[in-house]
């Protein structure tokens, strides 16, 4: 198969060429991480107009660079939800104009279905597994007894781990988006302060980081007011060794509990230098390979869409020209 994938869901306007699932022949991202800095997050309306400057530019760029044309085509993929509702259509009606002016099958993906098979684009995924997608906007254990099949066994409650990276990054006047620069400073500090680690009831395998996120902002508030010399990457540590350990543990009993083999990380957060390391750890201790995307295929990208295309395509799955965008799409 050959799949022309495109991917609008949030800030990046991308589209890819995918051959037999696995095989990246081209993969084209306009990112516009540049424009919503200057506010400090991203902003739907910006987004959605710089995706209608985009999309044509890029999807012509990744045809080019595959070497094919439409006519070589096996199917076009678009990411239908979950996502910005104005972002995810303007992907949305570039894939229908393909389909409909090429007669081609138009097959929708979800886009944590996307992070996850990223995986598959560089290893050899066995299932059943567990995944852990860790992103802006979602934080999910999900088990996979076989392919394509998706079954939800804890999220967050309140914030995503990547929003909470992104609103402590902002308090510690770091710029968007907050998780490298977080990751990087956290390098240089040490995790000398106590944060909360939210483990909630025993055997939940639910996440929560409000509760650590105001502990951060309370204590910068704190030593502001009484002129108390903080350092910012002790801060920057302390706050990512809460995160790591909770996720790393939570995992790891889920792992135990599903009796799975493989470990897979998936998402932004997945690119945490930090959090790789200690899964990685964790894992090889009991006896799991764990398998992390390389750093270009753990923010979005159109690639992970068309790995998750292949699969979703194999299935049968089929939308018509009336597909909508789903801005609060379950994973199923
Ligand atoms: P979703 O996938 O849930 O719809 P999204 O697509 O906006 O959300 P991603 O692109 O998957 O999110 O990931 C972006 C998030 O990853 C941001 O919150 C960003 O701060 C975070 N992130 C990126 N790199 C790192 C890093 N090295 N350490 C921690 N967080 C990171
Ligand atoms: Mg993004
Ligand atoms: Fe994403």
Redesign the pocket.
């Known amino acids: 198969t050959l799949i022309l994938a495109i991917e609008t ?4 306007t991308a589209a890819a060429v995918i051959e037999n699932g696995r095989y990246v022949r081209a993969n084209a991202v306009a990112s516009q991480i540049e424009t919503h800095k200057l506010y400090g997050g ?1 902003v739907p309306e910006i987004a959605s107009r710089q995706h209608v400057e985009q999309m044509t530019i890029v999807m012509e760029k990744a045809m080019r660079e595959a070497g094919v044309t439409f006519q070589d085509l096996t199917a076009v993929a678009v990411t239908e939800g ?2 910005l509702v104005g972002a995810l259509l303007v992907g949305v009606n570039a894939a229908k104009a393909v389909a409909y002016a090429h007669s081609l099958p138009l097959v929708p993906v979800h ?2 279905a996307g ?1 996850i098979y990223a995986n598959r684009l560089v290893h050899d995924v066995k299932y059943p597994l567990l995944s852990l ?6 934080t999910e254990l999900v088990y996979m007894p076989e392919e394509g099949v998706y079954e939800l066994i804890g999220e967050t409650r309140d914030d ?4 909470a ?2 609103k402590v ?1 902002r308090t510690l006047g770091l710029p ?9 400073l956290a390098q240089t500090g040490e995790a000398s302060l106590e944060f909360p680690r939210a483990w909630l009831e025993e055997g939940s395998y639910d996440f929560s980081f409000s509760g650590l996120k105001s502990s951060v902002l309370n204590t910068l508030h704190n030593a502001t007011q009484r002129n108390v010399e903080l350092a910012r990457e002790d801060v920057a540590c302390s706050f ?1 060794a809460s995160v790591v350990d909770v996720l790393v543990t939570k995992t790891a009993a889920a792992a135990k509990a599903y009796d799975v083999e493989q470990v897979l990380l998936a ?9 790789r390391e200690a899964m990685e750890t964790k894992m090889a201790a009991e006896g799991r390979q764990l398998l992390v995307p390389p750093l270009w295929l ?3 990208n159109a690639a992970m869409i068309g790995a998750a295309a292949d699969v979703a395509y194999r299935s049968g799955a089929r939308a018509d020209l009336d597909l909508n965008a789903k801005p609060g799409l379950a994973l199923k």
């Open positions: 869901s949030c800030d990046e991203v979950p996502g886009h944590l992070h997608i860790v992103s802006g906007g979602h995503a781990v990547g929003e990276y992104d990054a968007y988006p907050g998780g490298p620069a977080v990751d990087q990512q998402g932004g957060v997945a690119a945490n230098q930090t959090l753990c923010t979005d």
